[in-house]
């Protein structure tokens, strides 16, 4: 049931008696007991069932990080010094911890190695408990951890954000973890666990900064916060028990969320061409920024655009009624009040800011990650998680698979290049929409809480099918039900003009369009009460949060996102704007800006990211130099008439 967490790798290890077994294989967790090495786990805890002799088992699903899964080491339960260890989340100050130890030789990728590093410099003069409470106090992010020790016979679990719960038998024989709450309330409504015949005595969540052990030899689990002054001592044994690995043969190499193919990136600088001068001679709006090659545009006598004519001011509902609707969500059993998605960009971030520490709400943090959220995203949701002390629920999809999907769509899209088809790159993501509704659901909330910047507004993506959504909406990802009509129909005749849309991506695509399209949206969206205002937004963030930025833009926009340098530079080569021309000009209009200081952004923001479609292709597995020659020979909308 973890696998949603993460499909890409998964292992167990198995403390019984003189030894601790561990397995791990690069597959998924569905797939993991299949395996002839998982064999030991199997039988070992079965022998100790029929033994009746105590043992400690923890498992862990991945979804990597840093550190690929072709090589084994980085895949969990990670081991170091005697130590094995589960981890859920980023340690954001990896860097620090391991420059605090100059003496220990770093083995691995894998973050979690620094936590087993500062654990066994511990150990020394102390004991496992201590140990981890005072490692897991250096830690910087959301982290959620489950230790064994090859030298004690017990296990600690810590969480520095609350995702953490734990299910104890009525009669204490057995004491269940599991990083959701509804796994383990699944595991005992389906009756799972059947060689255990007891009742469940209660569930509990493991608050931000607790630390449990839990202990063998039938001593009552002990659970304190970090900061104790003297945490009891743990159970040491006398003779070290053998930490057993059983490999299973690695997989081929893939690229990871933090690998830039570096020496490509001059090679793709060289290669990245963009017209400035004929884009700053186009005619634009007199108004805002938007430029004559926009979809469906149209300027008056006076050089006004049909946008900023139609536009009409935001009507904030105000702070007051959106604390009121979440005060009137409020659970009194201490159970999070609201579902609050954060992709780790810049507004969600700051979104969850304002409701956790402004408003005093208690939300529980969600993410779909489809395999193209950076990993800095990826860091920065760490960060917030961990400093607010917020529940983190991750849905991973098949990261493999949606990448392959996208090298599919890419790969088709270079054979027969058009504008109004570029958003099948990102149809993966569009699936967030529906597992948001199923978890509200799952967990019984009343509200879920969207962090959407109407400022984003990127019509001009349909408007490249024909379509004109230029008229005035209160949700900008919600078109008009013929619209949604004309869209399926552009795109069908798309794949019919182009057979190689009909790939193995086909249904996730479909499944994107009914998620995104067609499901019913009932959500909250923040910015529907709170007006949004971009130095503010910055400066939260990067002062009380260490937020972390991109370093190939100067932009705080759209760094999160894997797909946006490479898509927006297709916009940019070919029509001669991007979505940051689109996001300019909404601020214009709202009154954030002038048009002064929106053209000197849009050439500054513009600037193709080298560093991140180097990435993007590094990751999808396509060339990069020959996809973007071919982006290159697209006609494009201005400059010389030969040309377009």
């Given at each position: 049931m973890s696998e949603s967490r993460g499909k890409e790798a998964s292992g167990a290890a198995l403390l019984v008696g003189d030894r601790i077994d561990v397995v791990k294989a690069p597959v998924r967790g569905r797939d993991f007991l299949g395996l002839a090495e998982a064999a030991v786990i199997v039988d070992g805890i079965t022998g100790a069932l029929c033994s009746n002799v105590p043992f400690a088992l923890i498992g862990h699903t991945r979804m990597v990080t840093n550190g690929g899964d072709h090589v084994a080491g980085n895949n969990q339960p990670v081991m170091r010094d005697g130590l094995v260890a589960v981890h859920n989340g980023i340690i954001v100050n990896e860097?620090?911890?391991?420059?605090s130890l100059p003496n220990t030789e770093r083995r691995l990728e894998v973050d979690t190695e620094a936590f087993l590093a500062l654990v066994a410099s511990r150990l020394e003069a102390g004991d496992l408990l201590n140990a981890a409470a005072q490692s897991m106090g250096d830690l910087d992010g959301a982290n959620s951890i489950a230790l064994m020790s090859a030298r004690h016979d017990s296990i600690v679990l810590s969480t520095a954000n609350g995702s953490m719960f734990i299910w104890q038998s009525g009669d204490g024989d057995l004491?269940?973890?599991?990083?959701?709450k509804a796994i383990l309330e699944e595991v005992v409504r389906s009756a799972l666990l059947p060689f255990f015949s007891a009742t469940w005595k209660s569930l509990d969540q493991v608050n931000p900064g607790e630390i449990v052990e839990l202990r063998l030899a039938g001593h009552e689990p002990f659970r304190g916060k970090w900061t104790d002054a003297a945490l009891p001592t743990g159970v040491p044994r006398p003779t070290a028990r053998a930490l057993v690995d059983h490999p299973v043969v690695s997989c081929p190499a893939r690229p990871t969320p933090m690998s830039i193919n570096t020496s490509r990136c001059g090679e793709i600088a060289r290669t990245l061409n963009i017209d400035w001068d004929a884009i700053r001679a186009l005619k634009r709006c007199t108004r805002c920024v938007l430029p004559e090659t926009f979809p469906?545009?149209?300027f008056d006598s006076s050089g006004v655009c049909n946008f900023c004519r139609g536009h009409k001011p935001y009507p904030y509902k105000g702070r007051d009624q959106l604390e009121r609707e979440l005060a009137d969500a409020k659970r009194g059993n201490g159970a999070p009040d609201v579902l609050f998605p954060i992709s780790g960009g810049r507004d969600s971030c700051y979104?969850?800011?304002?409701v956790v520490r402004e408003?005093?709400?208690k939300p529980v943090a969600f993410t779909y990650d489809w395999g193209m959220v950076t990993d800095l995203a990826r860091r920065n949701i760490s960060r917030m998680c961990g400093a607010l002390g917020i529940e983190h629920i991750l849905i991973s999809a098949d990261i493999r698979q949606k990448r392959e999907f996208i090298r599919k769509n890419v790969a088709a899209w270079l054979r027969k290049p058009h504008l109004g088809t570029v958003p099948l790159f990102m149809a993966g993501d569009k699936q967030f929409f529906y597992y948001a509704n199923m978890l509200k659901q799952e967990m019984g909330l009343a509200r879920t809480l969207f962090s959407m910047n109407p400022l984003e507004r990127t019509d001009f993506k349909v408007g490249f099918c024909g379509i004109d959504e230029s008229y005035h909406k209160e949700r900008h990802y919600d078109p008009k039900f013929v619209n949604k009509l004309r869209l399926g129909a552009f795109y069908g005749k798309e794949f019919?003009?182009?057979?190689?849309?009909?790939?193995?991506?086909?249904?996730?695509?479909?499944?994107?369009?009914f998620s995104y399209y067609l499901?019913?949206?009932d959500f909250t969206s923040m910015y529907d009460y709170l007006p949004w205002h971009e130095q503010e937004v910055e400066e939260v963030l990067l002062r009380q949060y260490d937020w972390e930025t991109s370093p190939d833009t100067q932009s705080t926009w759209r760094i999160g996102d894997g797909t946006a340098a490479f898509y927006n530079y297709i916009y940019l080569r070919v029509a001669g704007f991007s979505e940051?021309?689109?996001?300019?000009?909404?601020q214009i209009r709202q009154g954030l800006i002038s048009r002064e200081a929106a053209m000197s952004r849009i050439y500054v923001d513009n600037v193709p990211r080298d560093q991140s479609i180097a990435w993007y292709f590094d990751t999808i597995g396509l060339d990069a130099l020959e996809a973007l020659k071919t982006i290159n020979k697209m006609p494009t909308r201005y400059g010389p008439a030969d040309q377009r």
């Open positions: 860097a620090r911890i391991w420059a004491v269940a973890f599991a990083s959701e469906f545009i149209r979104g969850l800011h304002v408003m005093g709400a019919l003009r182009n057979f190689a849309f009909f790939n193995s991506s086909l249904l996730d695509s479909a499944f994107a369009y499901i019913p949206k940051n021309d689109t996001f300019r000009s909404n």
